[in-house]
């Protein structure tokens, strides 16, 4: 039981309202200052409870009924029900009491089930076993039971339960890894440092003898402050390669910063609930004017003194004394119940029936299942179904959702040379590695000398730390034959693939002991330098550098960066040459680095220690003097060569951004990483391509020039283009990417009224012309921002947003639609989401083939709804002006109560189920079928007034039909009338079924000319609800039923159907009714076919199942191709398109093994020579046409 909600408001009126500070004071181990030191003020802190549940077990029912009763349609029902209850009316109280109970209920008991899903997931993360320091010794507590100023005990592969302070590590230099896994999707390892002055402490009892309080700043969400840098460790973070660390809790519970980053839940609801509610309030006008005329007309009918009221209404004398302002509401309130079903109740039952049922349909989905995982897609909550077909922005996290996170070195460039390392051939890990030159051929010790520095660079400019294999029975798995085959861990993953690489390529990086860092080269020597100083990479200089002596003497200064810090500083080397293999490799879509180094003298060693020295020790601007240092000893490199990474991208990622792109929807990618490499993720993953002109808003251009006049270049930029696109065939296409201290600047001087205009619109204004845009260095809940500000804008699009990590949870809950991917380490995005599936490619079949059926279905379900009851009860309206608006009921209350609940209910359900009106296929084959649904467009005004008009001209048919059919009567003894020309018996029963009859068979047939995809159980559930129909009516009218009261149903249904006209006029006013339909739907298919329609045309064009085809290429399939090597894609030019995870040698003995030797054009550029570990072939530079 939770009485935290109550503890607060005690404490907040028996102690007083809490002060708020910019700080807190944090006691570790709350220890309190010495008597006399300071005062001392307890502080209240919230506890380590995780809330992410909606419901407790006290506000469930209140809260729920609260939100569903928002709801208009539900809240109208309730008062009719009252209404029923309170007065005389027509129809029972449980036409209407019974259906909404239904619906509450059920509703109810789904969304209890949800929040008790989020509930178990909150207990599990509460309850778990936490290692706290009391009295010397550690103890075992449970998770929620944390405080601030608990010492904590974290042993390795354990979670960190709340924000901690690093006291003391396990290891020597007080230091910790971490991996942020659950949090962001990283697998790398990041370094956290301890504090200087508690490093020493490495036991219980030193730790809990610590005297000492930290100041810290009050909890905020932002995650790149210095803080979180140095020694703050975040919830859900996980300790790796450290036995163990000691820390002090500094913020718990909704105060850590991963809380602080989630939005707080909401209900979330679709756009075509809000068109529900809209087409609700218009049926509800209507009712009510219906309700009016016929109140007034009455009243002037009954004006006359020899008009009253008629006999059968069995009114009192008391109640014809009424005043007549009561009897007038009365007898509208009667009038409101008796055409209350022009608001379908039902409708809404048979709408949660269908998102419930359909979302099964993903679950089941085998395509959308990973065998790696063993899951499929998941569904947390079935409202939103058909908002997946109306996505118009989809916001996607990038690592670990676009991409694997799982870097891997694809080549170097060593002074115009190319080296592809091919680590394994026949099972055997080749050894050396050579080339031939890509400019001239120089062979000799000039080029081997480039060759080594090279490789001893990347095996020296790095922060990677080396962990050996543990010990399994005796045998040290870290040795494989005769070589070390430790693995490597490091805060960038890059780094890693960097040094795997050189590894692959004969250079091994072995250890950093007593600061010398030992290689093994592939001569099997190992070699040893002295490290002397680290340059550290910071995003301002985009580069690192190391000062190492080697065993010799010699001093070197290596150095990798981004090229356009390394150039600028290249006094020698082939620079022309390696810039062009760093434009190639970047354009697709690769990581590049470049590689440098100068070597030193004595003093200008010297010179370097003094500035390095002098920067670290200063007290003021301490940052800026170090900017200095570096900017004086990086300079006069010669260039080694280059480097590219690739960071793999998931799975058909690439395929399902450019098929989004085809559905008319805009991608936008963001993500925490820096701007480079994201930009290079984004070139992979084509959401920007060669041809885009990339536009930036960040906080470095902002310094060159002010925010104000970026803005309003990059929109005159993007508007000039715009104009000139109109008049001209080419098009330019412009990428945005802007990151999170410019997007700050933005929204914040829009709020703060800047003079110089509205920012925000600006900024808006400029998305919207960009195909795509990248937003990087963004914090959670600048994410969240972004979705917001997007949601907001006058177009009010419909956006979704998928991420893989705790960082992306407030994002998912600020979208319409939130996706969580189900990662292999960490749930809580898939956990808070709406949708989970297993990769990111699912997303396609997700959207386009999923999101696009669930809408069709369910825009159709809403349209025949509100079509079939104007149809059910506009003969009900005009029946009134010809019994003297007497609240007569026209249909027999059976026929009312069943019309919805039975009659016609389980074909539009079955509809909404299975309707397919194009095939699977069809929709993957051809994204651009899904602009077609874009905007709401089968619920939009034109659409709905079409469907209402139609039912309306539907009833028209209906009651006139049969009332001139049958206008020739005669009266009979018994009062009854009888037709001259068929002698049947003719009274307002016999007519009301006849109209009814008519009805049911029209409506239903309706849907079935609508329906394309026609399975057994389609005709099993509309023939069999039509021969229920009149099943039904035979025994309703062919009993004498002991439990009624009257017996008006008698014979009549019997009587009817033994009439030759009768069988004729319901043909015939079925034929009619259903005519302008058909007409229309031929003459729009002929004048102008949507898409849609042009697609279902093309295939019946084509028999049988349509395979998938992909557009302008195919594939060429030989026998006996290897499973590692991929089939050779050809498309509008010949030219062989490498995928980077296998070998160059494979893909050309595979060309050749297809018949690609007669092309031979198409291996000119590739020369290759096998020598060694490696492979290095002659590529054509970027100018060279293939």
């Given at each position: 039981?939770d009485?935290?909600?109550?503890?607060?408001?005690?404490?907040?009126?028996?102690?007083?309202?809490?002060?708020?500070?910019?700080?807190?004071?944090?006691?570790i181990?709350h220890?309190?200052?010495?008597?006399?030191?300071?005062?001392?003020i307890?502080?209240?802190?919230?506890?380590?409870r995780?809330?992410?549940?909606?419901?407790?077990?006290?506000?469930?029912?209140?809260k729920?009924?609260?939100?569903?009763?928002?709801?208009?349609?539900n809240?109208?029902?309730?008062?009719?029900?009252?209404?029923?209850?309170?007065?005389?009316?027509?129809?029972?109280?449980?036409?209407?009491?019974?259906?909404?109970?239904?619906?509450?209920?059920?509703t109810a008991?789904?969304?209890?089930?949800?929040?008790?899903l989020?509930?178990?997931?909150?207990c599990?993360?509460?309850?778990?076993?936490?290692?706290v320091?009391?009295?010397?010794?550690v103890?075992?507590?449970?998770?929620?039971?944390?405080?601030?100023?608990?010492?904590?005990?974290?042993?390795?592969d354990?979670?960190?339960?709340?924000?901690?302070?690093?006291?003391?590590?396990?290891?020597?230099?007080?230091?910790?890894?971490?991996?942020?896994?659950s949090?962001?999707?990283?697998?790398?390892?990041?370094?956290?440092?301890?504090?200087?002055?508690t490093?020493?402490?490495?036991?219980?009892?030193?730790?809990?003898?610590?005297?000492?309080?930290?100041?810290?700043?009050?909890?905020q969400?932002?995650?790149?402050?210095?803080?979180?840098?140095?020694?703050?460790?975040?919830r859900?973070?996980?300790?790796?390669?450290?036995?163990?660390?000691?820390?002090?809790?500094?913020?718990?519970?909704?105060?850590?910063?991963?809380?602080?980053?989630?939005?707080?839940k909401?209900?979330?609801?679709?756009?075509?609930?809000?068109?529900?509610?809209?087409?609700?309030?218009?049926?509800?006008?209507?009712?009510?004017?219906?309700?009016?005329?016929?109140?007034?007309?009455?009243?002037?009918?009954?004006?006359?003194?020899d008009?009253?009221?008629?006999?059968?209404?069995?009114?009192?004398?008391?109640?014809?004394?009424?005043?007549?302002?009561?009897?007038?509401?009365?007898?509208?309130?009667?009038?409101?119940?008796?055409?209350n079903?022009?608001?379908p109740?039902?409708?809404y039952?048979?709408?949660?029936?269908?998102?419930?049922?359909?979302?099964?349909?993903i679950?089941?989905?085998?395509?959308?299942?990973?065998?790696?995982?063993?899951?499929?897609?998941?569904?947390?909550?079935?409202?939103?179904?058909?908002?997946?077909?109306?996505v118009?922005?989809?916001?996607?996290?990038?690592?670990?959702?676009?991409?694997?996170?799982?870097?891997?070195?694809?080549?170097?460039?060593?002074?115009?040379?190319?080296?592809?390392?091919?680590?394994?051939?026949?099972?055997?890990?080749l050894?050396?590695?050579?080339?031939?030159?890509m400019?001239?051929?120089?062979?000799?010790?000039?080029?081997?000398?480039?060759?080594?520095?090279?490789f001893?660079?990347l095996c020296?400019?790095?922060?990677?730390?080396?962990?050996?294999?543990?010990?399994?029975?005796?045998?040290?798995?870290?040795?494989?034959?005769?070589r070390?085959?430790?693995?490597?861990?490091?805060?960038?993953?890059?780094?890693?693939?960097?040094?795997?690489?050189?590894?692959?390529?004969?250079?091994?990086?072995?250890?950093?002991?007593?600061?010398?860092?030992?290689?093994?080269?592939?001569?099997?020597?190992?070699?040893?330098?002295?490290?002397?100083?680290?340059?550290?990479?910071?995003?301002?200089?985009?580069?690192?550098?190391?000062?190492?002596?080697?065993?010799?003497?010699?001093?070197?200064?290596?150095?990798?960066?981004?090229?356009?810090?390394?150039?600028?500083?290249?006094?020698?080397?082939?620079?022309?040459?390696?810039?062009?293999?760093?434009?190639?490799?970047?354009?697709e879509?690769?990581?590049?680095?470049?590689?440098?180094?100068?070597?030193?003298?004595?003093?200008?060693?010297?010179?370097?220690?003094?500035?390095?020295?002098?920067a670290?020790?200063?007290?003021?601007?301490?940052?800026?003097?170090?900017?200095?240092?570096?900017?004086i000893?990086?300079?006069?490199?010669?260039?080694?060569?280059a480097?590219?990474?690739e960071?793999?991208?998931?799975?058909?990622?690439?395929?399902?951004?450019?098929?989004?792109?085809?559905?008319?929807?805009?991608?936008?990618?963001?993500?925490?990483?820096?701007m480079e490499?994201?930009?290079?993720?984004?070139?992979a993953?084509?959401?920007?391509?060669?041809?885009?002109?990339?536009?930036?808003?960040?906080?470095?251009?902002?310094?060159?020039?002010?925010?104000?006049?970026?803005?309003?270049?990059l929109?005159?930029?993007?508007?000039?283009?715009?104009?000139?696109?109109?008049?001209?065939?080419?098009?330019?296409?412009?990428?945005?990417?802007?990151?999170?201290?410019?997007?700050?600047?933005?929204?914040k001087?829009?709020k703060?009224?800047?003079?110089?205009?509205?920012?925000?619109?600006?900024?808006?204004?400029?998305?919207?012309?960009c195909?795509?845009?990248?937003?990087?260095?963004?914090?959670?809940?600048?994410k969240?921002?972004?979705?917001?500000?997007i949601?907001?804008?006058?177009?009010?699009?419909?956006?979704?947003?998928?991420?893989?990590?705790?960082?992306?949870?407030?994002?998912?809950?600020?979208?319409?639609?939130?996706?969580?991917?189900?990662?292999?380490?960490?749930?809580?995005?898939?956990?808070n989401s709406?949708?989970?599936?297993?990769?990111?490619?699912?997303?396609?079949?997700?959207?386009?083939?999923?999101?696009?059926?669930?809408?069709?279905?369910?825009?159709?379900?809403?349209?025949?709804?509100?079509?079939?009851?104007?149809?059910?009860?506009?003969?009900?309206?005009?029946?009134?002006?010809?019994?003297?608006?007497s609240?007569?009921?026209l249909?027999?209350?059976?026929?009312?109560?069943?019309?919805?609940?039975?009659?016609?209910?389980?074909?539009?359900?079955?509809?909404s189920?299975?309707e397919?009106?194009?095939?699977?296929?069809?929709?993957?084959?051809?994204?651009?079928?899904?602009?077609?649904?874009?905007?709401?467009?089968?619920?939009?005004?034109?659409?709905?007034?079409?469907?209402?008009?139609?039912?309306?001209?539907?009833?028209?048919?209906f009651?006139?039909?049969?009332?001139?059919?049958?206008?020739?009567?005669?009266?009979?003894?018994?009062?009854?009338l009888m037709?001259?020309?068929?002698?049947?018996?003719?009274?307002?029963?016999?007519?009301?079924?006849?109209?009814?009859?008519?009805?049911?068979?029209?409506?239903?047939?309706?849907?079935?000319?609508?329906?394309h995809?026609?399975?057994?159980?389609?005709?099993?559930?509309?023939?069999?609800?039509?021969l229920?129909?009149?099943?039904?009516?035979?025994?309703?009218?062919?009993?004498?039923?002991?439990?009624?009261?009257?017996q008006?149903?008698?014979?009549?249904?019997?009587?009817?159907?033994?009439?030759?006209?009768?069988?004729?006029?319901?043909?015939?006013?079925?034929?009619?009714?259903?005519?302008?339909?058909?007409?229309?739907?031929?003459?729009?298919?002929?004048?102008?076919p949507?898409a849609?329609?042009?697609?279902?045309?093309?295939?019946?064009?084509?028999?049988?199942?349509?395979?998938?085809?992909?557009?302008?290429a195919f594939?060429?399939?030989?026998?006996?191709?290897?499973?590692?090597?991929s089939?050779?894609?050809?498309?509008?030019v010949?030219?062989?398109?490498?995928?980077?995870?296998?070998?160059?040698?494979?893909?050309?003995?595979?060309?050749?093994?297809?018949?690609?030797?007669?092309?031979?054009?198409?291996?000119?550029?590739?020369?290759?020579?096998?020598?060694?570990?490696?492979?290095?072939?002659?590529?054509?530079?970027?100018?060279?046409s293939?």
């Amino acid at each position: 039981m939770d009485f935290s909600l109550l503890r607060n408001i005690i404490s907040r009126y028996c102690v007083g309202e809490e002060i708020w500070v910019d700080n807190r004071t944090v006691y570790i181990g709350h220890k309190e200052p010495p008597p006399g030191a300071e005062a001392y003020i307890p502080q209240r802190y919230p506890d380590n409870r995780i809330v992410s549940s909606k419901y407790t077990f006290w506000n469930f029912i209140p809260k729920n009924l609260f939100e569903q009763f928002r709801r208009i349609a539900n809240f109208y029902f309730l008062v009719i029900f009252l209404v029923q209850l309170i007065i005389d009316t027509p129809t029972s109280p449980v036409t209407s009491g019974l259906p909404l109970f239904f619906v509450i209920t059920v509703t109810a008991i789904k969304q209890g089930y949800e929040d008790w899903l989020r509930h178990k997931a909150d207990c599990s993360i509460n309850e778990c076993p936490v290692d706290v320091v009391q009295q010397g010794k550690v103890a075992r507590t449970q998770s929620h039971k944390l405080r601030v100023g608990d010492i904590v005990m974290v042993r390795e592969d354990e979670t960190f339960p709340c924000d901690l302070i690093l006291l003391s590590s396990s290891r020597y230099d007080g230091t910790c890894y971490v991996t942020t896994t659950s949090l962001d999707g990283e697998s790398s390892h990041k370094t956290y440092y301890a504090v200087p002055d508690t490093m020493a402490f490495r036991t219980e009892q030193e730790v809990d003898s610590l005297h000492a309080t930290i100041e810290c700043e009050q909890p905020q969400p932002d995650l790149y402050k210095t803080l979180g840098a140095e020694n703050l460790l975040l919830r859900g973070a996980t300790l790796k390669n450290t036995q163990r660390i000691y820390a002090v809790a500094v913020y718990t519970g909704m105060d850590t910063k991963m809380a602080l980053n989630y939005q707080s839940k909401s209900q979330k609801r679709s756009a075509v609930e809000k068109s529900m509610n809209a087409f609700l309030i218009v049926y509800l006008c209507i009712l009510i004017s219906k309700a009016v005329i016929n109140t007034v007309l009455k009243y002037a009918w009954q004006w006359s003194p020899d008009r009253d009221e008629p006999w059968y209404n069995h009114r009192t004398e008391a109640e014809r004394q009424r005043h007549v302002v009561i009897r007038a509401f009365t007898d509208f309130l009667a009038f409101m119940v008796l055409f209350n079903y022009i608001i379908p109740v039902s409708m809404y039952v048979t709408v949660e029936m269908q998102k419930f049922l359909g979302s099964y349909f993903i679950t089941w989905d085998e395509e959308m299942f990973d065998e790696e995982l063993g899951e499929g897609a998941q569904v947390n909550t079935s409202d939103l179904n058909e908002e997946l077909g109306q996505v118009e922005y989809v916001f996607t996290d990038k690592t670990g959702t676009l991409t694997e996170n799982n870097m891997e070195f694809i080549e170097c460039c060593v002074d115009g040379n190319v080296y592809i390392p091919h680590a394994i051939c026949n099972g055997q890990i080749l050894s050396a590695a050579s080339s031939i030159d890509m400019i001239d051929s120089s062979p000799g010790g000039y080029r081997r000398e480039y060759e080594d520095l090279f490789f001893r660079a990347l095996c020296l400019c790095h922060t990677v730390q080396v962990k050996e294999e543990e010990t399994v029975d005796g045998i040290k798995r870290g040795i494989h034959q005769g070589r070390p085959t430790s693995f490597y861990i490091s805060s960038s993953p890059d780094e890693v693939a960097l040094v795997e690489g050189m590894k692959r390529l004969g250079y091994t990086y072995l250890r950093l002991k007593d600061n010398y860092m030992e290689i093994l080269n592939k001569d099997d020597e190992i070699e040893r330098f002295e490290l002397l100083h680290v340059l550290n990479f910071d995003s301002v200089r985009r580069r690192m550098s190391v000062i190492v002596k080697s065993s010799s003497g010699d001093y070197l200064l290596f150095c990798k960066g981004a090229d356009s810090s390394i150039f600028p500083r290249v006094v020698s080397g082939k620079v022309e040459q390696v810039k062009a293999r760093v434009e190639q490799n970047a354009v697709e879509g690769l990581r590049t680095l470049c590689v440098a180094y100068r070597r030193l003298s004595e003093s200008e060693y010297q010179e370097a220690c003094h500035h390095l020295t002098e920067a670290k020790l200063a007290l003021q601007d301490r940052e800026q003097r170090l900017a200095q240092a570096y900017d004086i000893i990086e300079r006069d490199f010669v260039l080694l060569g280059a480097t590219a990474v690739e960071d793999r991208l998931q799975e058909k990622a690439a395929d399902t951004i450019e098929s989004l792109h085809k559905a008319g929807i805009k991608v936008w990618v963001l993500t925490g990483d820096k701007m480079e490499t994201a930009a290079a993720t984004c070139y992979a993953s084509k959401l920007f391509r060669r041809s885009t002109q990339i536009l930036e808003l960040t906080k470095k251009r902002t310094e060159e020039q002010s925010l104000h006049d970026v803005l309003f270049e990059l929109n005159r930029t993007v508007l000039r283009q715009r104009s000139i696109s109109g008049l001209s065939v080419d098009c330019l296409d412009f990428g945005l990417i802007i990151d999170g201290a410019t997007l700050s600047a933005v929204l914040k001087a829009n709020k703060e009224g800047a003079g110089h205009g509205n920012y925000r619109e600006i900024f808006l204004e400029i998305c919207r012309n960009c195909s795509a845009v990248l937003c990087c260095r963004m914090a959670p809940l600048q994410k969240a921002q972004i979705v917001k500000l997007i949601k907001a804008s006058k177009e009010h699009p419909i956006t979704l947003a998928i991420g893989d990590g705790a960082n992306d949870v407030s994002m998912i809950l600020e979208a319409h639609v939130g996706i969580g991917i189900m990662g292999k380490e960490g749930r809580q995005a898939a956990r808070n989401s709406d949708y989970a599936i297993p990769k990111f490619k699912h997303l396609k079949k997700m959207l386009l083939v999923h999101g696009h059926y669930y809408y069709i279905r369910i825009a159709e379900l809403v349209q025949y709804f509100f079509y079939k009851n104007v149809c059910f009860i506009f003969p009900q309206f005009l029946y009134q002006f010809y019994c003297g608006f007497s609240q007569q009921p026209l249909y027999d209350t059976a026929y009312l109560t069943l019309y919805n609940i039975s009659f016609t209910s389980l074909p539009i359900l079955l509809y909404s189920l299975v309707e397919q009106h194009v095939t699977v296929e069809t929709l993957k084959r051809e994204p651009s079928l899904y602009r077609d649904i874009a905007k709401n467009s089968l619920l939009r005004w034109p659409v709905f007034l079409y469907w209402t008009c139609l039912g309306v001209f539907d009833a028209v048919i209906f009651f006139f039909g049969a009332y001139f059919l049958f206008d020739n009567t005669t009266f009979t003894s018994n009062g009854q009338l009888m037709t001259t020309n068929t002698q049947m018996m003719f009274g307002n029963w016999t007519f009301g079924t006849l109209v009814f009859t008519v009805l049911v068979f029209t409506v239903t047939l309706k849907l079935a000319l609508d329906t394309h995809h026609w399975t057994w159980i389609n005709h099993f559930v509309i023939w069999g609800s039509l021969l229920f129909y009149v099943i039904f009516s035979l025994l309703w009218g062919g009993i004498i039923w002991p439990f009624l009261n009257y017996q008006r149903m008698y014979y009549v249904f019997m009587q009817m159907l033994s009439s030759g006209p009768a069988w004729l006029s319901i043909i015939l006013l079925i034929t009619v009714s259903l005519l302008p339909d058909v007409i229309k739907k031929v003459l729009c298919r002929a004048v102008c076919p949507t898409a849609t329609e042009r697609a279902q045309e093309r295939e019946k064009l084509l028999p049988g199942s349509v395979a998938e085809l992909t557009p302008l290429a195919f594939r060429r399939s030989h026998k006996g191709t290897s499973a590692d090597s991929s089939p050779l894609h050809l498309g509008a030019v010949e030219t062989l398109s490498l995928r980077r995870s296998g070998p160059l040698p494979q893909k050309l003995l595979a060309h050749l093994a297809e018949g690609g030797g007669a092309d031979v054009c198409s291996l000119s550029p590739y020369m290759l020579r096998l020598s060694g570990a490696g492979f290095a072939y002659y590529a054509p530079g970027p100018e060279t046409s293939v």
